[in-house]
């Protein structure tokens, strides 16, 4: 592929369409962006599509399966991660002069808080076929050539999501309580059991839900890979500085190019 033979489209907040050379055009705000393209929706329809309300931009963003759904949710709860935008764009591009263009919608465009930008696609290892994998390929060459990483991203564990499912219900900023937070902060400045730090700070009902906020905000941490959360699970603080990939690196269907 020649580098002019990337053709970028995007659809902006206010509803106007814009289009043309990737190298001239991957400069816009596509964390910003409206979805490019409307989910499908038809009788019989096998996967379950709707709109995830994240915390991290406080947008209602996309999702087409509840495979994607799970790493909207692990984005969501990253602390590196500003933004996340659905269906951001359309590439396009020719193989050997060919005069048909090849196309293909990224899942997600993910903006983190460094400025760098990662461009996300949810596909699970099982439903990859030729034509999928030529297409994640191509994404990742046109990511790598405008600075972009790029990931294709398989099931994560269900451990995992169910724990994020859980805690997914306690991102808005509200259930955040002063002085319970900081209470909870000091109480698990030591690694402490879950209830038993929680029942420390005072009525388990009004605390507990300050406590799942602050996990889900990583200001606390718990082993959420390999265990359902429970009374008696370790709470104790974050590490200064916790990468996003440390929550599914182990993943057997993840793979990361760019």
């Not at 989910?39 to 379950?48: A, E, I, K």
Request: with cysteine; proline share 6%; charged share 25%.
């Amino acid at each position: 592929m020649e580098a002019e033979d990337f053709w970028l489209e995007y659809v902006d907040a206010r509803g106007e369409s814009h289009g043309g050379p990737l190298e001239v055009m991957w400069r816009a705000r596509f964390e910003a962006a409206a979805q490019v393209r409307a989910f499908p929706s038809y009788r019989g329809q096998r996967n379950f599509s709707g709109w995830y309300w994240a915390a991290t931009c406080s947008e209602l963003v996309g999702y087409e399966s509840w495979v994607e759904l799970g790493h909207l949710m692990r984005l969501d709860a990253d602390p590196d991660v500003v933004a996340v935008a659905s269906q951001p764009f359309r590439l396009s591009w020719r193989y050997g002069g060919q005069g048909r263009r090849i196309r293909h919608t990224p899942d997600y465009f993910v903006r983190r808080r460094d400025g760098t930008a990662v461009v996300v696609d949810v596909r699970p290892d099982k439903q990859i076929e030729s034509a999928d994998a030529a297409k994640f390929s191509a994404t990742a060459e046109a990511c790598t050539r405008v600075g972009w990483g790029f990931e294709r991203l398989g099931v994560l564990d269900p451990v995992l999501v169910a724990n994020l499912r859980w805690l997914s219900g306690y991102r808005h900023p509200r259930v955040r309580r002063e002085p319970v937070a900081g209470a909870l902060l000091a109480v698990f400045s030591e690694p402490l059991g879950l209830l038993a730090g929680a029942r420390a700070v005072g009525d388990p009902l009004a605390v507990l839900p300050v406590l799942y906020h602050l996990l889900w905000r990583r200001e606390l941490t718990a082993e959420l890979r390999t265990q359902r959360l429970s009374a008696a699970s370790l709470v104790q603080p974050a590490p200064t500085a916790v990468r996003e990939v440390g929550w599914d690196a182990d993943s057997p269907e993840a793979a990361v190019a760019g």
